[in-house]
Every structure is written in C-alpha cells, then in structure tokens.
C-alpha cells in the first residue's frame, strides 16, 4: 500500500525559510514523478512544484518561481521542497503527491497518492 508523508512544516516569520520532506513508501519511487501542492482556506489547491521521476526536470509555479526549489533523493525515496523568502501568502496546508506517468506534471489530475498534507504559516 502506497504512504506519502510530508514533515517539516510549521510557523516561520515572513521572509524566513522552511524545507518540506515527503517519505514514501510502498512502490517504486523511481518510477514516480512527484509533486507538491498547497491548499489556502477558502482556496482552491494549486500546484507549487513537480519534478520528474529522474530529477531532470522540474515546474515552478510562478508564484514561486526563484523562491521555492524541488529535488528528490531516489535512494531515500524522498522529495524535498525547499522554500525561500517565504510571505504570508505562502500559507497553506502543504501536499506532496506522486506521478506514475513519471514526468512530474502541474496538473493534479495526473497524480495517483497523495500525502496527508504539512501545515506552513507564515506570519507577517
């Protein structure tokens, strides 16, 4: 059975730093591209990042773009969101979500787990 478990959120000051991890477990990470998704009360989730199954190649929201960067360590079946001059807007509950297609899309329709979601606030 496939787990997805995002850690490392919490409260963090506006332009303060915060980095997620999503441990998985139950299928062939490598295979996997992964994604990362927030959700605002009141708002619908979007998409923050994706990488794909290799690493290769990664998506940016552009509301993140030069701020938030996505990397996976294959062998430790985790991915990683690393977040940067982080702002009120930020705040949200926080998914990682996994891709069997493997490329790592921006759509949410694409992705067959997901994880219980981390909460990120950042006060301003």
């Known amino acids: 059975q496939a787990q997805l478990v995002e850690s490392g959120g919490g409260l963090v000051q506006a332009g303060g730093s915060l980095r997620l991890s999503c441990a998985a477990s139950g299928l062939t990470f490598s295979r996997y591209g992964m994604g990362w998704f927030r959700q605002a009360p009141g708002k619908e989730r979007e998409v923050v990042g994706a990488i794909s199954w290799s690493g290769g190649r990664t998506y940016y929201a552009d509301s993140v773009k030069g701020r938030f960067t996505i990397s996976r360590d294959n062998a430790r079946n985790t991915v990683y969101l690393q977040m940067n001059s982080l702002n009120p807007e930020d705040t949200a509950v926080y998914y990682c979500?996994?891709?069997?297609?493997?490329?790592?899309?921006?759509?949410?329709?694409?992705?067959?787990?997901w994880g219980q979601g981390t909460q990120v606030t950042v006060s301003s």
């Open positions: 979500a996994a891709d069997l297609h493997g490329s790592g899309s921006s759509n949410s329709e694409s992705y067959e787990y």
